[in-house]
Protein backbone atom coordinates (compact mmCIF):
# COMPACT_ATOMS: atom_id res chain seq x y z
CA UNK A 1 0.00 0.00 0.00
CA UNK A 2 0.96 3.09 -1.23
CA UNK A 3 2.37 5.92 1.72
CA UNK A 4 -0.34 8.80 2.12
CA UNK A 5 0.54 12.29 0.65
CA UNK A 6 -1.43 15.61 1.50
CA UNK A 7 -2.72 15.98 -2.55
CA UNK A 8 -4.90 12.34 -1.64
CA UNK A 9 -5.88 13.95 1.40
CA UNK A 10 -6.60 17.39 -0.73
CA UNK A 11 -8.48 15.30 -3.67
CA UNK A 12 -10.64 13.27 -0.84
CA UNK A 13 -11.98 16.28 0.82
CA UNK A 14 -13.17 17.74 -2.67
CA UNK A 15 -14.27 14.93 -4.08
CA UNK A 16 -16.62 15.25 -0.68
CA UNK A 17 -15.42 11.27 0.10
CA UNK A 18 -16.15 11.87 3.75
CA UNK A 19 -14.78 8.30 5.25
CA UNK A 20 -11.94 7.94 2.64
CA UNK A 21 -10.47 11.38 3.46
CA UNK A 22 -10.98 10.47 7.03
CA UNK A 23 -8.52 7.38 6.39
CA UNK A 24 -6.16 8.69 4.88
CA UNK A 25 -5.59 11.51 7.73
CA UNK A 26 -5.85 8.66 10.27
CA UNK A 27 -2.55 6.50 8.08
CA UNK A 28 -1.07 9.52 7.54
CA UNK A 29 -0.72 10.35 11.17
CA UNK A 30 0.54 7.08 11.71
CA UNK A 31 2.83 6.93 9.06
CA UNK A 32 4.37 10.28 10.91
CA UNK A 33 3.78 12.75 7.85
CA UNK A 34 3.15 16.48 9.41
CA UNK A 35 0.15 17.79 10.78
CA UNK A 36 0.22 20.58 9.75
CA UNK A 37 0.86 19.82 6.26
CA UNK A 38 -1.75 17.16 6.58
CA UNK A 39 -3.78 20.25 7.71
CA UNK A 40 -2.86 23.59 5.55
CA UNK A 41 -2.17 21.87 1.92
CA UNK A 42 -4.71 18.82 2.17
CA UNK A 43 -7.75 19.51 4.15
CA UNK A 44 -7.81 23.32 3.36
CA UNK A 45 -6.15 22.82 0.30
CA UNK A 46 -9.34 20.76 -0.57
CA UNK A 47 -11.65 22.89 0.90
CA UNK A 48 -10.78 25.88 -1.18
CA UNK A 49 -11.13 23.50 -3.84
CA UNK A 50 -15.49 23.14 -3.01
CA UNK A 51 -15.34 26.57 -2.41
CA UNK A 52 -13.91 27.62 -6.39
CA UNK A 53 -16.27 25.09 -7.94
CA UNK A 54 -19.03 26.57 -5.75
CA UNK A 55 -18.45 29.61 -7.22
CA UNK A 56 -17.62 28.63 -10.45
CA UNK A 57 -21.27 26.99 -10.12
CA UNK A 58 -19.85 23.36 -10.31
CA UNK A 59 -20.78 22.76 -6.86
CA UNK A 60 -24.27 24.06 -5.32
CA UNK A 61 -24.97 24.41 -1.61
CA UNK A 62 -25.37 20.52 -1.01
CA UNK A 63 -21.93 20.15 -1.78
CA UNK A 64 -20.28 23.07 -0.01
CA UNK A 65 -22.28 21.75 3.37
CA UNK A 66 -21.07 18.04 3.08
CA UNK A 67 -17.55 19.72 2.25
CA UNK A 68 -18.08 21.11 5.57
CA UNK A 69 -19.11 17.64 7.20
CA UNK A 70 -16.16 15.93 5.33
CA UNK A 71 -13.68 18.39 6.68
CA UNK A 72 -14.73 18.52 10.78
CA UNK A 73 -13.83 15.20 11.53
CA UNK A 74 -10.42 15.54 9.68
CA UNK A 75 -10.01 18.47 11.46
CA UNK A 76 -10.73 17.20 14.83
CA UNK A 77 -8.32 14.02 14.07
CA UNK A 78 -5.12 16.62 13.22
CA UNK A 79 -5.71 18.92 15.84
CA UNK A 80 -4.32 17.24 19.13
CA UNK A 81 -0.82 16.73 16.78
CA UNK A 82 -0.70 20.28 15.71
CA UNK A 83 2.46 22.01 17.51
CA UNK A 84 1.52 24.89 19.81
CA UNK A 85 2.46 28.21 18.93
CA UNK A 86 5.90 29.43 20.29
CA UNK A 87 4.98 32.87 19.94
CA UNK A 88 2.69 33.40 22.52
CA UNK A 89 -0.91 34.53 22.45
CA UNK A 90 -1.07 37.03 20.02
CA UNK A 91 -4.94 38.11 20.49
CA UNK A 92 -8.28 36.84 21.22
CA UNK A 93 -11.09 36.36 18.52
CA UNK A 94 -14.84 36.08 18.97
CA UNK A 95 -16.10 34.27 15.68
CA UNK A 96 -19.58 33.30 14.51
CA UNK A 97 -21.74 33.18 11.54
CA UNK A 98 -24.12 35.71 11.21
CA UNK A 99 -28.53 35.65 11.61
CA UNK A 100 -29.39 33.47 8.92
CA UNK A 101 -26.27 31.84 8.26
CA UNK A 102 -26.26 28.26 9.21
CA UNK A 103 -22.95 27.82 7.53
CA UNK A 104 -19.73 26.01 9.94
CA UNK A 105 -17.28 25.55 7.14
CA UNK A 106 -15.81 28.84 6.95
CA UNK A 107 -15.42 30.36 10.53
CA UNK A 108 -14.58 26.85 11.95
CA UNK A 109 -10.73 26.84 9.02
CA UNK A 110 -10.51 30.61 9.91
CA UNK A 111 -10.87 29.27 14.18
CA UNK A 112 -8.20 26.30 13.12
CA UNK A 113 -5.82 28.91 11.17
CA UNK A 114 -5.96 31.46 14.04
CA UNK A 115 -5.41 28.66 16.70
CA UNK A 116 -2.36 27.22 14.99
CA UNK A 117 -1.03 31.30 14.84
CA UNK A 118 -1.34 32.16 18.80
CA UNK A 119 -5.03 33.51 19.22
CA UNK A 120 -7.21 32.48 21.73
CA UNK A 121 -10.87 31.68 19.78
CA UNK A 122 -14.29 31.54 20.91
CA UNK A 123 -16.28 29.73 18.41
CA UNK A 124 -20.07 31.33 19.19
CA UNK A 125 -22.11 28.93 16.70
CA UNK A 126 -23.78 29.71 13.62
CA UNK A 127 -27.12 32.08 13.36
CA UNK A 128 -25.57 34.40 16.08
CA UNK A 129 -28.29 37.71 16.31
CA UNK A 130 -25.46 40.79 16.04
CA UNK A 131 -25.80 41.60 19.83
CA UNK A 132 -24.92 38.55 21.11
CA UNK A 133 -21.41 38.72 19.07
CA UNK A 134 -21.17 42.29 21.14
CA UNK A 135 -22.08 40.43 24.08
CA UNK A 136 -19.59 37.20 23.83
CA UNK A 137 -16.88 39.76 22.57
CA UNK A 138 -17.42 41.71 26.36
CA UNK A 139 -17.58 38.35 28.10
CA UNK A 140 -14.40 37.18 26.96
CA UNK A 141 -12.19 40.20 26.43
CA UNK A 142 -11.85 40.07 22.49
CA UNK A 143 -9.73 42.54 20.30
CA UNK A 144 -11.38 40.49 17.14
CA UNK A 145 -15.20 39.87 16.56
CA UNK A 146 -15.45 37.69 13.46
CA UNK A 147 -18.58 37.48 11.35
CA UNK A 148 -19.30 34.76 8.88
CA UNK A 149 -21.52 35.73 6.05
CA UNK A 150 -21.40 32.54 3.23
CA UNK A 151 -24.66 34.15 1.76
CA UNK A 152 -25.85 37.67 -0.37
CA UNK A 153 -29.11 37.68 2.24
CA UNK A 154 -26.41 37.39 5.13
CA UNK A 155 -24.11 40.12 4.47
CA UNK A 156 -26.39 43.31 5.75
CA UNK A 157 -26.36 41.31 9.48
CA UNK A 158 -22.49 42.19 9.41
CA UNK A 159 -22.92 46.30 9.10
CA UNK A 160 -25.64 45.86 11.79
CA UNK A 161 -22.98 44.66 14.36
CA UNK A 162 -20.83 47.12 13.24
CA UNK A 163 -23.88 49.82 13.81
CA UNK A 164 -24.69 48.51 17.08
CA UNK A 165 -20.92 49.15 18.29
CA UNK A 166 -21.22 52.43 17.04
CA UNK A 167 -24.03 53.08 18.86
CA UNK A 168 -22.84 51.78 21.94
CA UNK A 169 -19.62 53.44 21.60
CA UNK A 170 -17.35 50.35 21.52
CA UNK A 171 -16.69 50.82 18.33
CA UNK A 172 -12.91 51.80 18.48
CA UNK A 173 -12.44 48.96 21.00
CA UNK A 174 -12.92 45.89 19.10
CA UNK A 175 -11.84 45.35 15.36
CA UNK A 176 -14.69 43.99 12.89
CA UNK A 177 -13.47 41.24 10.29
CA UNK A 178 -16.11 39.53 7.66
CA UNK A 179 -15.59 37.12 5.60
CA UNK A 180 -17.57 34.02 3.90
CA UNK A 181 -18.03 33.03 -0.39
CA UNK A 182 -20.33 36.23 -1.25
CA UNK A 183 -17.88 39.06 0.79
CA UNK A 184 -15.10 41.01 -0.87
CA UNK A 185 -13.02 43.57 0.35
CA UNK A 186 -14.62 46.43 -1.65
CA UNK A 187 -18.05 45.26 0.79
CA UNK A 188 -15.79 45.30 4.13
CA UNK A 189 -14.92 49.28 2.56
CA UNK A 190 -18.29 50.02 2.33
CA UNK A 191 -19.54 48.78 5.79
CA UNK A 192 -16.61 50.51 7.71
CA UNK A 193 -15.29 46.91 8.73
CA UNK A 194 -11.94 46.82 9.90
CA UNK A 195 -10.71 43.96 7.54
CA UNK A 196 -11.99 41.20 5.61
CA UNK A 197 -9.84 38.14 4.15
CA UNK A 198 -9.99 35.94 0.77
CA UNK A 199 -9.87 32.58 3.49
CA UNK A 200 -8.94 31.06 6.53
CA UNK A 201 -5.13 31.33 5.46
CA UNK A 202 -5.62 34.94 4.33
CA UNK A 203 -7.06 35.72 7.62
CA UNK A 204 -4.08 34.99 10.42
CA UNK A 205 -1.92 38.14 8.24
CA UNK A 206 -5.13 40.01 8.40
CA UNK A 207 -5.61 39.42 12.48
CA UNK A 208 -1.99 39.88 12.85
CA UNK A 209 -2.01 43.56 11.32
CA UNK A 210 -5.24 44.26 13.20
CA UNK A 211 -3.21 43.38 16.36
CA UNK A 212 -0.02 44.96 15.48
CA UNK A 213 2.07 41.78 15.03
CA UNK A 214 4.72 41.54 12.54
CA UNK A 215 3.71 39.14 9.22
CA UNK A 216 5.73 36.70 8.29
CA UNK A 217 7.96 37.97 4.88
CA UNK A 218 5.59 35.12 3.29
CA UNK A 219 2.15 35.65 3.94
CA UNK A 220 -0.69 35.38 1.61
CA UNK A 221 -1.89 39.30 0.37
CA UNK A 222 -5.41 37.81 -0.41
CA UNK A 223 -6.65 40.42 2.27
CA UNK A 224 -7.32 43.87 3.00
CA UNK A 225 -7.05 45.83 6.65
CA UNK A 226 -8.91 49.18 7.15
CA UNK A 227 -5.72 51.15 7.48
CA UNK A 228 -7.78 54.62 8.13
CA UNK A 229 -9.25 52.91 11.44
CA UNK A 230 -5.65 51.39 12.20
CA UNK A 231 -4.07 55.11 11.46
CA UNK A 232 -7.02 56.49 14.07
CA UNK A 233 -6.43 54.07 16.50
CA UNK A 234 -2.26 54.77 16.23
CA UNK A 235 -3.29 58.70 16.70
CA UNK A 236 -5.66 57.96 20.08
CA UNK A 237 -3.30 56.28 21.53
CA UNK A 238 -0.53 58.30 21.09
CA UNK A 239 -2.85 61.07 22.60
CA UNK A 240 -3.64 59.33 25.19
Known amino acids: MDKVTVEA ?3 AVWKLEKQKACDLVQRGLAEGLDP ?3 LQQGVIAGLQVVGEKFGAREYFLAELVMGGKVSEPC ?6 HLPPSTEGRAGTVVIGAVTGDLHTIGYGLVSTQLELNGFKVHKIGINIPSMQFIEKAQEFGADIIGLSAFLVTTIPY ?5 AYLQDMGLRDRYKVIIGGTETTAAKAE ?3 ADGWALNAVSAVPLCRRLVNKPLAANAPKDWWANEKRLAGAGQQGAAR
Request: with cysteine.
Open 190 to 192: AMD
Open 9 to 11: IKD
Open 36 to 38: VAM
Open 158 to 162: CPEVI
Open 75 to 80: IELITP
